[in-house]
């Protein structure tokens, strides 16, 4: 795959557990996106990064923390989920400014038991 | 915030016939209005696009179509063929330095051969 890739592709994690997503971009772009895609609900905006500077948190919770150390490194920190939890995070890149497709990562799909 | 209704959740259409999904938003701040196609376990690519300053858009069999006054856009799809069959979303964007983008709920489109 190029583009924008994700590891792991699955996860699987206990209650009590600390994990990381992480997210990897090689289209030169600036901005950098976490979704969370859950059955039957529309693609969820967690985060925004631009130029590596957090600008949109959408009320997600705190055991939810993202990291972006450079343009191309996107990482979601995990730890004590719910298992409601549960879905395929998406990570997303565009350049930043002007009205853009955004590129998909194939997503992490995670079950938190 | 930006709300963006989608329907129908789901569609069944013959092999060669037309297929139109809709959405509404409510933000006028929302200048960019994209869709992406998603394949059964796949990521979410970007079909057709379409900026708050052009009415409508045509690509091949699909066209998109945008009524800034009632806040709706549509996506058509002609002739259509088995392999359209996937969930397909809208989005609302307000795109300046970063997008901020609202998706809909998804339509799920199956083609009958």
């Given at each position: 795959?190029?583009g924008?890739t994700?590891t792991?592709?699955h996860l699987?994690?206990?209650?009590?557990?600390k994990k990381?997503?992480?997210?990897?971009?090689?289209l030169?772009h600036?901005?950098?996106?976490?979704?969370k895609q859950?059955?039957?609900?529309?693609?969820?905006?967690?985060f925004?990064?631009n130029?590596?500077?957090?600008?949109?948190?959408?009320?997600v919770?705190?055991?939810?923390?993202?990291e972006?150390p450079n343009?191309s490194h996107?990482?979601?920190?995990l730890h004590?989920?719910?298992?409601e939890?549960?879905?395929?995070?998406l990570?997303?890149?565009s350049?930043?400014?002007?009205?853009n497709?955004?590129?998909?990562?194939?997503?992490?799909?995670?079950?938190?038991l | 915030?930006?709300?963006?209704?989608q329907?129908p959740?789901t569609?069944?259409?013959?092999?060669?016939?037309?297929?139109?999904?809709?959405?509404t938003y409510?933000d006028?701040?929302?200048?960019?209005?994209p869709?992406?196609?998603?394949?059964l376990g796949?990521?979410?690519?970007l079909?057709i696009?379409?900026?708050?300053?052009?009415?409508?858009k045509k690509?091949?069999r699909i066209?998109?179509?945008?009524n800034?006054t009632a806040?709706?856009?549509?996506?058509?799809?002609?002739e259509t063929?088995p392999e359209?069959?996937?969930?397909?979303?809208?989005?609302a964007t307000?795109?300046g330095?970063y997008?901020?983008?609202t998706f809909?709920?998804g339509?799920?489109?199956?083609?009958?051969?």
């Open positions: 795959e190029t924008v994700q792991p592709r699987v994690m206990g209650m009590t557990n990381s997503l992480k997210c990897e971009q090689h030169g600036n901005a950098m996106y976490w979704y859950s059955a039957k609900k529309p693609l969820e905006l967690m925004v990064y130029f590596k500077e957090q600008t949109e948190n959408n009320s919770p705190s055991r939810f923390s993202p972006c343009s996107l990482f979601l920190h004590t989920l719910q298992p939890d549960s879905a395929l995070y990570c997303a890149s350049v930043p400014s002007g009205a497709e955004q590129f998909f990562g194939p997503g992490t799909r995670l079950t938190v | 915030g930006e709300n963006v209704e329907h959740s569609l069944s259409v013959q092999e060669g016939d037309s297929a139109v999904i809709k959405c409510s006028s701040a929302s200048n960019y209005f869709w992406y196609k998603q394949e796949k990521r979410p690519q079909i696009d379409i900026r708050s300053n052009v009415g409508e690509d091949q066209a998109v179509t945008l800034k806040k709706h856009f549509s996506l058509h799809i002609t063929q359209d069959s996937a969930v397909y979303f809208c989005a307000i795109s330095g997008q901020k983008v809909g709920i339509t799920k489109l199956q083609v009958i051969p």
